[in-house]
T-cell receptor, first 116, second 113 residues
Framework: GAGVSQSPSNKVTEKGKDVELRCDPI?????LYWYRQSLGQGLEFLIY????????KSGLPSDRFSAERTGGSVSTLTIQRTQQEDSAVYLC??????????????FGPGTRLTVL | GENVEQHPSTLSVQEGDSAVIKCTYS??????FPWYKQELGKRPQLIID?????GEKKDQRIAVTLNKTAKHFSLHITETQPEDSAVYFCAASWSSNTGKLIFGQGTTLQVKP
């Protein structure tokens, strides 16, 4: 079946502009995660959704970052007033959302964001 | 806070040799330890995972060991092949949290033909 998809694959924007990144999880997966991967670095957790709720937003680096999820499916990560330090690859992952919360996470291809 | 340390940051081996990557974690409540392989420009792909109720798991040329007392876990790749060249990430998670993964910094493995 279809895996996790993300769009756009690449986004170049100017400092101060807002951007929206989209994630389509695997059908039926109730858990959705956003991570950020800076150049040559590991993956940094941003936010977790269970259904449409976000019980863990602890990784969002500032109030310029927000995310929502609708219909228990598609999620959008919004970065307002982008800064150069926001440049990174933004990865989305989904899992079945089992109660034990240690289920396999499947990653999307990522969106490479470049802020000029 | 939660932390995962991964070593080495780079590893170069000859084809056919073994490769070992080690990780340590800080939170003793961690009970799920996946390993992801990421090829250049591609998404991370799960290659193997282990849960805290076992000490070792093997899948063909790949094995993972876990020492909960020492809070260490390791990835072992035997009979390495050029296509094993990639960045490998370890991660830790625990069932009492949201399932978020705390990742190590990654190991760039180069297998020389």
């Amino acid at each position: 079946g279809a895996g996790v998809s993300q769009s756009p694959s690449n986004k170049v924007t100017e400092k101060g502009k807002d951007v929206e990144l989209r994630c389509d999880p695997i059908s039926g997966h109730t858990a959705l995660y956003w991570y950020r991967q800076s150049l040559g670095q590991g993956l940094e957790f941003l936010i977790y959704f269970q259904g449409n709720s976000a019980p863990d937003k602890s990784g969002l680096p500032s109030d310029r970052f927000s995310a929502e999820r609708t219909g228990g499916s598609v999620s959008t990560l919004t970065i307002q007033r982008t800064q150069q330090e926001d440049s990174a690859v933004y990865l989305c992952a989904s899992s079945r959302g089992l109660a034990e919360a240690t289920d396999t996470q499947y990653f999307g291809p990522g969106t490479r964001l470049t802020v000029l | 806070g939660e932390n995962v340390e991964q070593h080495p940051s780079t590893l170069s081996v000859q084809e056919g040799d073994s490769a070992v990557i080690k990780c340590t974690y800080s939170d003793s409540a961690s009970n799920y330890f996946p390993w992801y392989k990421q090829e250049l420009g591609k998404r991370p792909q799960l290659i193997i995972d282990i849960r805290s109720n076992v000490g070792e798991k093997k899948d063909q040329r790949i094995a993972v060991t876990l020492n909960k007392t020492a809070k260490h876990f390791s990835l072992h790749i035997t009979e390495t092949q050029p296509e094993d060249s990639a960045v490998y990430f370890c991660a830790a998670s625990w069932s009492s949290n949201t399932g978020k993964l705390i990742f190590g910094q990654g190991t760039t493995l180069q297998v020389k033909p």
